[in-house]
C-alpha cells in the first residue's frame, strides 16, 4: 500500500517560514510523476499550491505563493519538500502532499485536474498568526 506521510507543519508568526515534507513508502519519485502540495483552508475550497515534476525537476506554483514557496525533491530520501518563506495568514491550512502518475508532465494544479492525483497523505496542519 502506497503511504505519503506529511511533516513538518505548526504554528509560525507572519513573516516567518516552515518547510514542510512528504515522504513515500513503497513508491518511487524517481518514476515519472507528478508530487504536488495542497491546502485547504476551514470554508475555502482546496488549492493546489505547488508541484514538481519527478522525471525531470520542473517545478509550478500558483500565483499566490509564487516567490514564497520552493518545491524540491531528494530521490535517495524519497521526499518531496514545500520551503515556505514570508509566511501571512492567508497560508494558513492543512497541507496535503499528493502524488499523480503523469509521463511527461506537466504537473496540474488547477481543481479540474484533483483527479489526476491518486494517492494522498492525511496532511499536516500550517497556521499562521498575525
Known amino acids: 500500500q502506497v503511504q505519503l506521510v506529511e511533516s513538518g507543519g505548526g504554528s509560525v508568526q507572519a513573516g516567518g517560514s516552515l518547510r514542510l515534507s512528504c515522504a513515500a513508502s513503497?513508491?518511487?519519485?524517481?518514476?515519472?510523476?507528478?508530487i504536488a502540495w495542497f491546502r485547504q483552508a476551514p470554508g475555502k475550497e482546496r488549492e493546489g499550491v505547488a508541484a514538481?515534476?519527478?522525471?525531470?525537476?520542473?517545478?509550478y506554483y500558483a500565483d499566490s505563493v509564487k516567490g514564497r514557496f520552493t518545491i524540491s525533491q531528494d530521490n535517495a530520501k524519497n521526499t518531496v519538500y514545500l520551503q515556505m518563506n514570508s509566511l501571512n495568514s492567508e497560508d494558513t491550512a492543512m497541507y496535503y502532499c499528493?502524488?499523480?502518475?503523469?509521463?511527461?508532465?506537466?504537473?496540474?494544479?488547477?481543481?479540474?485536474?484533483?483527479?489526476?492525483?491518486?494517492?494522498w497523505g492525511q496532511g499536516t496542519q500550517v497556521t499562521v498568526s498575525s
Open positions: 499528493a502524488a499523480a502518475p503523469r509521463p511527461g508532465g506537466p504537473c496540474m494544479l488547477l481543481p479540474a485536474y484533483e483527479y489526476e492525483y491518486n494517492y
Open positions: 513503497r513508491y518511487k519519485y524517481t518514476n515519472k510523476n507528478c
Open positions: 514538481i515534476y519527478t522525471g525531470g525537476g520542473s517545478t
